[in-house]
């Protein structure tokens, strides 16, 4: 019996086996469960889920992440501009269709399948959503190399935008990562480095495996702090990390504690993947001096080297990043439009919008300071 491309519940994910590789925590079937069951990613949030896949003999061998959004809320990728242009003609831009982990702003391949057949055939079936239910648009956010190359395949509108990505050149240490910089900017991350040790705070790294809820508690308290400031409400709930917890051997969240004498007073949270660590949250409850560099950044650099990981990828944007040794890279989302009036306005703001994303990167590289014996790639 052949099979074919249909909605996929993540509600009876208990009951779904699947064979998909996945190359990253977060496009586990599990860390969607999570961000759907614990309400975070959910129609009160503007995200309903209205995933397609296809099963073969009880297991799911493909999958599309793909969720109706009657906002652009936590997507990271801006098309507030899309949206006003279009409405200001009489149509509606919203519901899209979009394709991305919610609030995740990290590279992966977003149309899971075992084969190039069977993701292009997802691709087929979420075009024909579009077209049946008169939908103006669908967004595929962040994909990997292989997501790019089969949407460009496919003739998505790539929008270019850019992240900054720490890369492990066989670093044994951290003074052998510092010895890339030029000598004025080694001493100034020594210095940060040494400020925090002054204040006589100190770390301590949580592997997923060894992670209590008292930890989730406690981490939970610093990342309501951290939107607190900002007059947000948090994008994740404390549901979503118990959910977490109980699949972590499959997500693997690391926490960083720093502690100030015995007190507890920052965390940040980063995804081990296969070969990228992936920082994605953090929050403190006092305002000291190079905390967050040494929390966010360093701590992870340091793990990754103990670790052999290959990547550190931070967050996107934030050219601070840029002086403690993350380099500059291109990322895009992928964008495709039902009809050919709006597509061809939209493909004309992303070539001159490239333009000035390419600029803007070529200026990083110069500022980046590292000696001349290290090249950016």
């Known amino acids: 019996m052949k099979s074919k491309i249909e909605k996929i519940d993540l509600r009876n994910l208990n009951k779904i086996d699947h064979a998909i590789s996945i190359n990253n925590p977060f496009e586990n079937l599990e860390y969607f469960h999570a961000m ?23 297991k799911l061998t493909s999958f599309l992440p793909l969720y109706k959004k009657f906002n652009s809320y936590g997507e990271f990728i801006f098309d507030h501009q899309w949206a006003n242009a279009l409405q200001n003609t009489g149509r509606n831009y919203y519901p899209k269709l979009l394709t991305a982990v919610p609030f995740t702003p990290c590279e992966g391949d977003r149309i899971l399948g075992k084969n190039k057949d069977k993701k292009l055939k997802l691709i087929e079936a979420g075009i024909q959503k579009l077209e049946e239910e008169e939908i103006e648009s669908w967004h595929i956010l962040f994909p990997n190399d292989e997501g790019k190359r089969i949407l460009r395949h496919k003739d998505f509108i790539e929008r270019f935008n850019y992240r900054f990505v720490w890369e492990n050149n066989n670093f044994s240490t951290f003074d052998d990562f510092l010895s890339i910089f030029t000598s004025r900017q080694r001493a100034t991350l020594r210095k940060e480095r040494k400020s925090i040790a002054k204040a006589n705070i100190k770390f301590s ?62 965390a940040s949270l980063c995804f081990e993947g296969k070969e990228t660590l992936y920082g994605r949250h953090w929050g403190s409850l006092r305002k000291i001096k190079n905390l967050h560099f040494e929390c966010c950044y360093y701590q992870g650099i340091d793990y990754c080297i103990e670790n052999n990981i290959k990547f550190f990828d931070p967050g996107i944007q934030g050219e601070h990043k840029i002086r403690r040794g993350f380099q500059p890279k291109l990322t895009s989302s992928f964008h495709y439009f039902l009809r ?5 306005a939209v493909k004309r703001f992303c070539t001159d919008e490239k333009e000035q994303i390419e600029n803007y990167l070529e200026a ?14």
């Open 364 to 377: 990083c590289k110069s500022y980046t300071p590292f000696n001349k014996g290290y090249k950016i790639k």
């Open 205 to 266: 790294c949580k592997k997923f495996d060894a992670i209590t809820v008292e930890d989730w508690d406690q981490f939970y308290t610093f990342y309501q702090q951290t939107y607190h400031e900002r007059g947000q409400s948090p994008y994740l709930s404390r549901d979503f990390f118990t959910k977490i917890n109980a699949v972590n051997q499959l997500v693997k969240p690391i926490i960083f504690f720093a502690y100030s004498e015995a007190e507890v007073i920052a």
């Open 340 to 344: 050919e009036d709006f597509s061809n």
């Open 36 to 58: 759907e069951k614990s309400n975070s990613a959910s129609e009160k949030t503007g995200w309903v889920p209205d995933h397609l896949g296809e099963i073969e003999r009880g």
